[in-house]
């Protein structure tokens, strides 16, 4: 168990927060929300030890217990597999299971684990959290960088967790689905909510909804005995005032709850556009994008997922122009207008301040574009700043400001959730489902998938035959335990997507054999080797079926 106590925090004359109270069982899932900036990281710190508490204590954590995934991780190994089985305590059947689940191949395992981008870097130090399988599970951010095959691997392996997982994070679906608490830091404060993450919107709501009626109730009692002190307190009655002034000096008076006005996002009227919105014929780029097809009708949403690499945001670039095609076509229909929201945010010019980009780009006047960056709070202490200087979520919210001024009917996201807090997310979601133009996301956001889109297209490299060839111990899980409930509608010809899915389950299920196979041989316990047996014998009956069901699609 661990117990926090009357935890505070300020930095400089900063308040972070204070009077934090909470306790999290043995095995429960926690998941730490609120707004950015609100101190989520710095509770995390607090609780592993690494920063200490203004006032305060916290129990029940020892440093053995924890696993964590460092924020700018550092590493020694001469390859990626010696670097996870170099810990104490680390199998190397466990290693590679977590690695191929990230996404990693085997050819990745050989390579020098410092010679990945920043976002494999930040997936290798989640595996050396998650090797050990510690007591005390702690993850700040964990979904960000990942793809959905690696997120929804962290999912499964979150929910089937023998120990404690404390998780910052804005990723609904992983509040939904792995946490049964949640603590929400707001106004310097924490409140514990017993809840995935749609209870706990509704809880919250009726909180603070009760919380509001009792502080109205008690200001109208203020106000009555104030105005009573006041016509009485020179009278005949001056003693009854000067005792209900007392009476008043002791009442413990309810705090007023913080606002609950939410951010909304009021997209422009989407004018009429051709019925084919976008179509696109045999387009190849680079070998990263071979032979796509792809065709988009008025008034459709449409998501877009592929592992990290697979060309999703390099798609993007080539219909807005950015990138010429080698080979194919791209047209975009009569009348429309393409909103493009890069995730790099290059359209934003990095030495202006936002409301120079918005007023150099539009013509705003400096009222005006005040206004606009407020509805998406970017507020007084940030308009006026440099935009390089501004945080990931910052930078989204000023593009999201100028993509809302361009009027277009047609819009194209690219991870536009990125970075951003629980009620920005929740605004985008709500924009977007009331937008009656047409829209392409790019997202791993799999609760904005699922509220937003109409369909979801999956961008797939090719899948070599099993009977040919061994295939890849990396291949990522099935479409079908991944994508929105109502994605029914697929970019590639049914058959052909049908045998691709086939293909990644049989390789998959394959690498799950050897692994187990590995543990036999290696377990002495008669137990675990009875079990292992069981789920030896499993695994074979469903890699028999899976054949089978290839055989009879080709």
């Given at each position: 168990m661990i117990l926090a106590q009357d935890i505070s925090k300020s930095f400089g004359e900063r308040l972070i927060f204070s009077g934090i109270n909470f306790r999290i069982d043995d095995k429960e899932k926690v998941g730490i929300v609120g707004k950015n900036g609100a101190g989520k990281s710095t509770l995390l710190k607090i609780i592993i030890g690494s920063l200490e508490p203004d006032s305060g204590s916290i129990s029940g954590v020892h440093p053995e217990d924890i696993g964590y995934?460092?924020?700018?991780?550092?590493?020694?190994?001469?390859?990626?597999?010696?670097e996870l089985i170099a810990i104490d305590g680390a199998q190397e059947f466990m290693a590679k299971k977590i690695l191929y689940g990230l996404g990693f191949n085997d050819d990745d395992l050989k390579k020098n684990p410092n010679d990945f981008s920043g976002g494999e870097s930040a997936k290798i130090a989640l595996g050396k959290a998650l090797i050990t399988e510690p007591r005390i599970l702690i993850l700040d951010e964990p979904t960000n960088h990942l793809d959905i095959y690696a997120i929804d691997f962290l999912e499964?392996?979150?929910?089937?967790?023998?120990?404690?997982?404390?998780?910052?994070?804005?990723?609904?679906?992983?509040?939904?689905?792995?946490?049964?608490?949640?603590?929400?830091?707001?106004?310097?404060?924490?409140v514990v909510y017993n809840a995935n993450y749609e209870k706990f919107v509704r809880l919250k709501r009726e909180r603070l909804d009760a919380q509001l009626k009792a502080y109205e109730k008690q200001q109208e009692e203020i106000a009555k005995e104030e105005e009573y002190i006041r016509r009485n307190k020179a009278?005949?009655?001056?003693?009854?005032?000067?005792?209900?002034?007392?009476?008043?000096?002791?009442?413990?008076?309810?705090?007023?709850?913080?606002?609950?006005?939410?951010?909304?996002?009021?997209?422009?009227?989407?004018?009429?556009?051709?019925?084919r919105v976008l179509t696109i014929e045999a387009l190849n780029f680079k070998g990263i994008i071979k032979n796509f097809s792809l065709e988009i009708l008025n008034g459709e949403k449409v998501g877009l997922i592929g592992k990290n690499g697979i060309g999703k945001s390099t798609l993007l670039k080539l219909i807005v122009g950015e990138l010429r095609a080698e080979s194919g076509t791209i047209k975009i229909g009569n009348r429309v207008k393409i909103g493009f929201l890069s995730q790099g945010h290059e359209d934003l010019d990095e030495n202006s301040t936002p409301l120079e980009e918005l007023i150099n780009t539009f013509g705003l006047t400096i009222e005006r574009a005040r206004s606009e960056l407020a509805r998406l709070e970017v507020f007084a202490d940030l308009v006026e700043k440099p935009i390089g200087s501004l945080s990931g979520g910052e930078k989204t919210r000023v593009a999201l400001a100028k993509l809302i001024l361009t009027g277009a009917n047609f819009l194209m996201l690219d991870e536009p959730t990125n970075h951003l807090d629980l009620s920005a997310r929740e605004a985008i979601e709500s924009a977007l489902i009331d937008f009656e133009g047409t829209v392409l996301i790019v997202t791993?956001?799999?609760?904005?998938?699922?509220?937003?889109?109409?369909?979801?297209?999956?961008?797939?490299?090719?899948?070599v035959p099993p009977q040919k060839k061994s295939p890849s111990a990396g291949t990522p899980p099935t479409l079908d335990e991944i994508t929105p409930s109502k994605a029914k509608k697929v970019a590639r010809p049914l058959s052909q997507e049908a045998l691709d899915r086939l293909e990644a389950q049989i390789a998959m299920a394959e690498m799950e054999l050897k692994m187990i196979e590995h543990q036999i041989n290696h377990e002495v316990e008669p137990q675990k080797l009875s079990a292992l047996a069981v789920e030896h014998q499993s695994k074979l009956v469903e890699i028999d079926e899976l054949y089978k069901r290839w055989e009879e699609s080709i």
């Open positions: 995934a460092e924020q700018i991780p550092t590493f020694s190994a001469r390859s990626l597999l010696d499964s392996f979150v929910k089937n967790y023998g120990g404690t997982v404390i998780a910052v994070t804005h990723d609904r679906h992983f509040l939904q689905t792995c946490v049964d608490k949640i603590i929400d830091i707001e106004n310097h404060r924490a009278g005949v009655n001056s003693k009854q005032a000067r005792g209900r002034q007392k009476k008043l000096d002791r009442l413990e008076r309810i705090e007023k709850p913080p606002s609950q006005e939410i951010v909304k996002i009021n997209l422009v009227e989407a004018t009429e556009t051709a019925n791993h956001d799999r609760y904005l998938l699922d509220k937003v889109t109409d369909r979801v297209i999956e961008m797939l490299p090719p899948v």
